[in-house]
């Protein structure tokens, strides 16, 4: 049974500017693989935290005042205290709703007008959310004028 070309002796024979041989070519392909499998799984987990993040940020969408801006603090506090996640997961959540298109985010926010410039977050009213405000509302129309029909 041969012997498997170790990853330092692979490196040393390129440095060394040895031939390649197929055994260098061997090992360079299971390496590739390797790292590709790990960029998948990565890729994977770092798809479903953004999809984690979006679902939290629309809850937090929903709470939110219109036109009306928001500090992380404030969202933590206000908005959704009972929260189980830090402020700076807070602030990951947030920047992926700017990302998602559904927050506005500016630096020079103060609460209340006093203290330091902070980095605020206001919802964007959107023509998706009121096409899907329209949608609830006559679906809800419909389904009480089918119990209507049917009493």
Not at 71 to 79: F, G, H, P, T, Y
Request: aromatic residues 4%; glycine residues 4%.
């Amino acid at each position: 049974m041969a012997k498997t070309m170790s990853t330092k002796e692979m490196l040393e024979k390129i440095i060394n500017g040895e031939e390649i041989t197929p055994e260098i070519i061997e090992k360079a392909k299971e390496m590739l693989k390797s790292v590709k499998s790990r960029d998948s799984k990565r890729a994977e987990k770092s798809n479903e935290t953004k999809s984690a993040n979006s679902a939290v940020a629309l809850e937090i969408y929903d709470l939110m005042a219109v036109d009306k801006w928001y500090a992380i603090s404030e969202i933590v506090e206000k908005l959704i205290p009972e929260t189980p996640h830090s402020k700076n997961k807070i602030s990951a959540i947030m920047k992926q709703g700017v990302t998602d298109g559904i927050f506005e985010e500016r630096n020079d926010y103060k609460i209340d007008n006093k203290g330091d410039k902070k980095k605020g977050y206001m919802r964007i009213e959107t023509d998706t959310a009121e096409t899907e405000e329209t949608a609830e509302t006559e679906e809800t129309a419909e389904t009480e004028e089918t119990a209507e029909t049917t009493e």
